[in-house]
């Protein structure tokens, strides 16, 4: 381990002593204490799935939340005198659980919000956030529809759109391209992106729509095969993908199409099966995709040392706020001034929050798979610029 290396290791634990960080149950978040004295807590509310089906999103989010925290206040984890104090709450992946503590938190003074694992979450936290004019930080959840939705709403990953971008180019001459994706937020807007951006480009696109609950994959799998299409786009998450992969390469739609997704999280990449070396990758991130002073922070402070898919939005969330909160702590209209054409250096590069609608602009990547088994490895093919992968502008929603 080098010296620098050993450095931000003490950064990141002298932060943790700093910050004071309390882990509740839903509806049981830490009481406010904002208060306007020069050393009082600023209080921030992080909602996100700790429990349920995305559970490893959540604790990736968190984790790279804290480094993110540590090394934008420089291991102090203050803004100015005053300590961050971030509540931890459990929505489950549950709208209706993340609905209720927003609301609670709200209710206790609360100004800035993080999180959202899930789509579904997002899409219902973000009208709360314009209702109550607090700040509302988004994470993993991808779908199109928070870029946009208010003035106060932001998200700290990507959206679908980009993901969409970045497999653009592997269709080539391909007219044909069938989205396969749950009967979900997150499932509609992928296809509704794809018919977007393939469709704009000459591209026949049909759409899989999948419930969300599926178990035996079999029958889609079959109708994928009779479609026969140029392009399979794949957008799916949690944890029956290894049974939905399983049916597709046994179907024969691996050999018979040109199958692109996404790289989902590490743990995830041996549920591909025979058939991961097969598929065409759309990478938000992977472990080595990107080497610059954040990722050698977030590597520093992530158990293992090995960081994954959603580290970086959690990084990238606590970087907008602790920019937002130094800009004022208490008055949300300046944290939304502060934040909207803000540019930072973070795990996957330079991003840029565009201040028209809040998309995030942001790289992407491409990538391969190498190995079996938990010997997997990525491998980046190309990187997409975060111009090229720029989703149009949304008209701002209030």
């Not at 314009?130 to 946009?148: E, I, R, Y």
């Not at 391209?177 to 807007?189: H, I, N, R």
Request: glycine share 12%; proline share 5%; hydrophobic share 45%.
């Amino acid at each position: 381990m080098n010296g620098s290396t050993t450095s931000r290791r003490a950064m990141i634990s002298a932060v943790l002593a700093a910050v004071t960080v309390t882990a509740t149950g839903c509806g049981s978040p830490q009481a406010a204490g904002n208060g306007s004295g020069s050393s009082a807590p600023i209080d921030v509310g992080v909602v996100y799935a700790q429990s349920g089906p995305l559970a490893g999103y959540g604790a990736q989010y968190a984790e790279g939340f804290k480094a993110g925290l540590a090394y934008a206040t420089g291991g102090t984890g203050k803004i100015g005198e005053r300590p961050v104090s971030v509540t931890w709450t459990d929505d489950a992946g549950d709208p209706v659980k993340a609905v209720s503590a927003a609301k609670d938190l709200i209710g206790k003074g609360y100004k800035v919000l993080a999180g959202s694992t899930s789509s579904g979450v997002a899409v219902q936290v973000a009208p709360l956030a314009a209702q109550n004019k607090v700040l509302f930080v988004s994470g993993p959840a991808a779908t199109d529809a928070v870029t946009g939705a208010n003035k106060y709403t932001f998200r700290s990953g990507r959206q679908s759109y980009q993901d969409v971008l970045a497999a653009r180019a592997f269709l080539g001459t391909g007219k044909k391209v069938l989205v396969f994706a749950p009967d979900s937020a997150f499932g509609k807007s992928n296809v509704e992106a794809v018919k977007k951006v393939l469709g704009g480009a000459g591209a026949t696109v049909t759409d899989l729509a999948v419930p969300a609950t599926a178990t035996d994959f079999t029958p889609f799998a079959n109708q994928v095969k009779a479609a026969a299409p140029d392009l399979v786009f794949v957008a799916w998450a949690g944890t029956t993908a290894a049974a939905m992969w399983r049916a597709l390469d046994q179907q024969g739609v691996l050999a018979s199409s040109k199958v692109v997704t996404g790289l989902d999280l590490r743990a995830s990449w041996p549920g591909f099966g025979a058939g991961g070396a097969k598929l065409n990758l759309l990478a938000h991130y992977f472990d080595g995709a990107t080497d610059n002073a954040a990722y050698q922070a977030l590597k520093a402070a992530v158990p293992g040392g090995r960081t994954d898919l959603f580290h970086p939005d959690g990084f990238a969330a606590a970087q907008m706020i602790v920019h937002a909160l130094q800009s004022s702590p208490d008055d949300t209209d300046k944290m939304v001034a502060a934040l909207e054409g803000f540019s930072f250096d973070s795990v996957k590069g330079k991003l840029t929050v565009r201040a028209e609608d809040h998309a995030l602009l942001q790289p992407m990547f491409q990538a391969r798979l190498t190995g079996t088994g938990d010997a997997l490895s990525a491998t980046s093919t190309g990187t997409i610029t975060a111009q090229d992968a720029a989703p149009p502008v949304t008209t701002m929603k209030g």
